[in-house]
């Protein structure tokens, strides 16, 4: 991409791969073509169609900048600023975690358990991005919905994704259960919570530690902080036959069902790869 003269699309794909492949990065044609599409505002599908197509220099800049950042390990997301989740586009930024796959067996169990009741009140705790609560609404469209979040960063974006998808929810700024009125109880509690051991933070990738933010991964020394303040007030916050949703780490199932023990209905939500990655709670 040294000339702005007469690069085509398909040019700059095959230097943009090159150069994510040199960073080590798998998929990396995959991940130019991601990169361009946003850059372009096309569909990849465009891309096999006209790769003959030139580039304006206002692309190139534009398309060299993101090969730059995800070259340095930056998340696609981050520099497009969207991930897909359930169907549907989310706006993201540094206050909030991306939405990954495996989530979305957490929000498809969810809908399982809560989708029969009549106008269900749910809560969708360490909202981030909101893509778990809107997700859901987005389903069982008479759900009524809370999105909380410590950080208000991150809630402005999740206020920014319900208004985007014509999702309406109450927001709440807070810490765990803080700001809900008092007496205040749901159907459902649904929670995606930082659960990764402060020590083991340093291992995770450069996509990740350099990248996402800290307060939404660090789940204290043993990872458990949240989930024992969690345990420790959940049921004054939940209906009669109400239900806590969670995401959890790969080992940390069993530990948590410990934790569980006063409720009188637990099952796991495992993955594809046959991991325990979450817990259905029922009173």
Request: proline share 5%; net charge negative; glycine share 6%.
């Amino acid at each position: 991409m040294a000339s702005e003269q007469k690069i085509t699309i398909q040019d700059a794909l095959t230097a943009g791969a090159q150069k994510l492949r040199s960073a080590g990065l798998e998929q990396s044609r995959f991940e130019a073509e991601v990169l361009l599409a946003a850059m372009m505002h096309q569909e990849r599908l465009y891309f096999l169609m006209h790769p003959e197509i030139p580039l304006s220099s206002e692309q190139i800049r534009a398309f060299a900048n993101a090969i730059k950042r995800r070259s340095a390990h930056e998340p696609s997301a981050m520099i497009t600023g969207h991930r897909e989740f359930m169907g549907l586009d989310f706006d993201v930024n540094a206050h909030v975690l991306i939405p990954r796959p495996d989530t979305e067996n957490i929000v498809e169990t969810a809908l399982a358990w809560i989708s029969k009741r009549s106008r269900p009140e749910v809560l969708d705790l360490c909202c981030g991005s909101g893509a778990i609560g809107i997700a859901l609404k987005n389903c069982c469209p008479n759900i009524q919905l809370w999105l909380s979040d410590i950080s208000k960063e991150a809630l402005a974006i999740a206020k920014s994704n319900a208004q985007k998808h014509h999702i309406e929810a109450q927001l709440i700024l807070g810490d765990l259960f803080e700001g809900l009125l008092p007496g205040q109880r749901f159907d459902m509690i649904v929670t995606n919570p930082p659960y990764i051991p402060t020590d083991e933070i340093a291992d995770l990738s450069p996509d990740i530690k350099n990248y996402e933010p800290r307060v939404a991964l660090d789940g204290g020394e043993d990872g458990y902080d949240f989930y024992k303040r969690l345990f420790a007030s959940v049921h004054d916050h939940l209906k009669e036959q109400g239900y806590l949703v969670l995401e959890c780490g790969w080992n940390q199932a069993d530990t948590l069902i410990d934790m569980a023990h006063s409720f009188s209905h637990i099952e796991r939500i495992y993955d594809l790869a046959g991991f325990a990655r979450g817990l259905v709670c029922g009173k």
